[in-house]
């Protein structure tokens, strides 16, 4: 299948797209709209990774790491799945001039030096602003991030943080996927004021 081919199956949700990477080469860069499901023998081992995906598209793509190619494939079609390309790494794909995307985290202390650089996007839950708020954040609950992509301006920088650092991750990688430079402040919730 061409690379071009595969993307537009890909944007129409004719399949679906698992990223079996080690978890910090996807988040360096993927490619947008993936799933991250780094492969391990322990992890994906038995029928674990088809109850992982039980949800998932059956017709599927996958990026994997040199040399973990064959085993992922083997692995997603002894559960079910069918394996219509194995991609090695993203670098074919950009040389395609396809779309990646990727996202850091990042220390509080860096957003805090240089805070006219960045608008910081508070996602958590409206309960857990009782904890202390970020003044000048935007306050989007992480479930209403999708309804306000379009509120938000593609030229300036975010800063997306969380009372622990797994939803911000989660969401910074949303925001990138969708054009948008964000990163993810590690560790969750802190105090500008």
Same mark, same amino acid.
């Given at each position: 299948?061409?690379?071009?081919?595969?993307?537009?199956?890909?944007?129409?949700?004719?399949? #679906?797209?698992?990223?079996? @990477?080690?978890?910090?080469?996807?988040?360096?860069?993927?490619?947008?709209?993936?799933?991250?499901?780094?492969? =391990?023998?322990?992890?994906?081992?038995? @029928?674990?990774?088809? @109850?992982?995906?039980?949800?998932?598209?059956?017709?599927?793509?996958?990026?994997? #790491? $040199?040399?973990?190619?064959? $085993?992922?494939?083997?692995?997603?079609?002894?559960? #079910?799945?069918?394996?219509? /390309?194995?991609?090695?790494?993203?670098?074919?794909? $950009?040389? =395609?001039?396809?779309?990646?995307?990727?996202?850091?985290?990042?220390?509080?202390? @860096?957003?805090?030096?240089?805070?006219?650089?960045?608008?910081?996007?508070?996602?958590?839950?409206?309960?857990?602003? !009782?904890?202390?708020? %970020?003044?000048?954040?935007?306050? %989007?609950?992480?479930?209403?991030?999708?309804?306000?992509?379009?509120?938000?301006?593609?030229?300036?920088?975010?800063?997306?943080?969380?009372?622990?650092? !797994?939803? =911000?991750?989660?969401?910074?990688?949303?925001? /990138?996927?969708?054009?948008?430079?964000?990163?993810?402040?590690?560790?969750?919730?802190? =105090?500008?004021?």
């Amino acid at each position: 299948m061409e690379l071009k081919e595969a993307w537009e199956k890909l944007q129409s949700g004719e399949v #679906g797209l698992i990223d079996a @990477r080690e978890t910090e080469q996807f988040l360096n860069e993927h490619i947008p709209g993936s799933l991250c499901a780094p492969y =391990s023998p322990y992890s994906w081992g038995g @029928r674990s990774i088809s @109850r992982y995906l039980r949800d998932y598209p059956k017709n599927v793509l996958v990026v994997a #790491g $040199k040399g973990l190619g064959e $085993k992922v494939r083997k692995e997603l079609e002894e559960n #079910g799945f069918q394996v219509l /390309a194995v991609i090695e790494g993203v670098e074919e794909w $950009k040389r =395609s001039g396809l779309p990646v995307s990727g996202v850091q985290e990042v220390e509080p202390e @860096r957003i805090m030096e240089n805070l006219d650089e960045w608008e910081v996007i508070d996602v958590r839950e409206p309960y857990e602003w !009782n904890y202390g708020v %970020i003044p000048k954040a935007l306050r %989007i609950p992480m479930n209403d991030l999708p309804d306000a992509l379009g509120r938000l301006d593609r030229n300036k920088k975010y800063a997306v943080v969380c009372q622990h650092g !797994n939803r =911000s991750l989660s969401a910074a990688l949303f925001l /990138a996927d969708n054009g948008i430079r964000a990163v993810s402040i590690a560790g969750g919730a802190w =105090s500008a004021g």
